[in-house]
C-alpha cells in the first residue's frame, strides 16, 4: 500500500500531468498535428518561472509568463508548418531541439533552485492543510478552471473553427475559415498549456532542470490514451475529464508498481512501466470492443 505521502506525491503529479494532457488533446486530438514540441516547452515554462520567481517578481505573474512562453514556442512550430511548408512533426522536433539551447540561455546553467523561494503554493501553507495536501488543492483548482475555460472556448466560434480544420481542413477552408491561423493558435494555446505545467512543476519540486522535458511527450500520450481507455470521449467535456483521469491513474499506477516489492521493481523502470501501460491503454479499447461485439452476438 501507498503511504500518504506518496499517494498525494502521485496524484499532486497527476493533476500537473493532466494540463499536459490537456496540451496533447489540443494538438493531437482536436488539430490532428503531432506536436513534439512539448519536450521542449515543459522544462520553458519551468525556466521563464523560476528565473522570473527569483528575480523578485510575483509567482502567479512568473506562471502567467511562463504560460505566454510556451504558447510563443508553440506558435513557432506552427509556423514552420504552415508558412515554410515544414512538415508538422519534423517542425515540432527542430523547435524542440532548439529550446534545449534557449532554456540553457534563460537559465544560464542546467539547473536553478528554488526551495527558498516564494512560489504559488506558500501562501496556501498557512491554511492548516498538511504539507503534502496543499500542492493537491491548489492544483485541483488550477486544473478545474483550466477545463472550465477549455470547454467554453471549444464551444465557442472559434472553438468550432478550430475543431474544424482539424477534423477537414479542406472543408473548413471552403467556409472561409483561416485554416492556418487556427492551428498556430491551437498549438500555441497546446503549449501554453504545457508551459503551465512545467511553471507549476518547477514550483512544487522547488527547482527547475534543462532535461525535466525528456518523455513529457510519452506521459502525456499515456495520459491521453488511459484516459480514453476508461472515459469514452464523446464529447470534449468527457474528453477533458478523461485527459486528467488518465494522468492521475498513470501516475498512481506508476506508484503503485514501484512500491509493490513482490514486483520487483525499481526507479530505472520507469520507462519500461510506461510502455506497457501505454500498450495496455492502446489495447483495451480493442479487447472491450470485441467483447462487447461477441456478448451481442450471442444474445442474437
Not at 185 to 210: E, P
Request: charged fraction near 10%; proline fraction near 3%.
Amino acid at each position: 500500500m501507498l503511504s500518504d505521502i506518496a499517494l498525494y506525491g502521485a496524484i499532486e503529479t497527476g493533476l500537473i500531468y493532466g494540463l499536459v494532457a490537456f496540451g496533447i488533446y489540443i494538438s493531437f486530438r482536436v488539430l490532428d498535428f503531432p506536436d513534439l514540441t512539448v519536450d521542449g516547452s515543459f522544462p520553458l515554462g519551468a525556466a521563464v518561472a523560476a528565473m522570473l520567481i527569483l528575480a523578485g517578481w510575483n509567482p502567479w505573474i512568473a506562471t502567467g509568463a511562463a504560460i505566454l512562453a510556451g504558447m510563443a514556442a508553440g506558435a513557432v512550430t506552427a509556423l514552420l508548418n504552415v508558412k515554410l511548408n515544414i512538415l508538422n512533426l519534423l517542425a515540432s522536433i527542430l523547435t524542440m531541439i532548439a529550446l534545449y539551447s534557449v532554456n540553457l540561455r534563460i537559465m544560464g546553467r542546467p539547473n536553478v533552485a528554488l526551495l527558498t523561494e516564494e512560489t504559488v503554493l506558500t501562501p496556501w501553507y498557512d491554511l492548516g492543510l498538511a504539507y503534502h495536501q496543499v500542492p493537491v488543492v491548489l492544483f485541483v483548482i488550477v486544473v478545474l478552471v483550466s477545463l472550465i475555460l477549455l470547454w467554453r472556448f471549444m464551444k465557442s466560434e472559434t472553438g468550432l473553427a478550430m475543431r474544424a480544420t482539424g477534423a477537414n481542413a479542406r472543408m473548413a477552408r471552403a467556409q472561409g475559415i483561416a485554416t492556418g491561423g487556427m492551428i498556430v493558435l491551437g498549438v500555441a494555446l497546446s503549449n501554453g498549456l504545457v508551459g503551465l505545467a512545467g511553471a507549476l512543476f518547477a514550483q512544487s519540486q522547488g527547482a527547475a532542470d534543462v532535461t525535466m522535458g525528456v518523455g513529457v511527450i510519452v506521459i502525456g500520450l499515456a495520459s491521453l490514451i488511459g484516459g480514453e481507455a476508461v472515459i469514452t470521449p464523446s464529447t470534449v467535456v468527457r474528453a477533458l475529464i478523461a485527459c486528467v483521469a488518465g494522468a492521475i491513474i498513470y501516475r498512481l499506477a506508476i506508484a503503485f508498481a514501484l512500491n509493490a516489492e513482490f514486483l520487483g521493481l525499481q526507479s530505472q523502470d520507469l520507462n519500461l512501466i510506461t510502455a506497457v501501460l501505454v500498450t495496455l491503454a492502446i489495447v483495451l479499447p480493442g479487447v472491450r470492443t470485441s467483447v462487447a461485439a461477441k456478448l451481442t452476438r450471442k444474445k442474437a
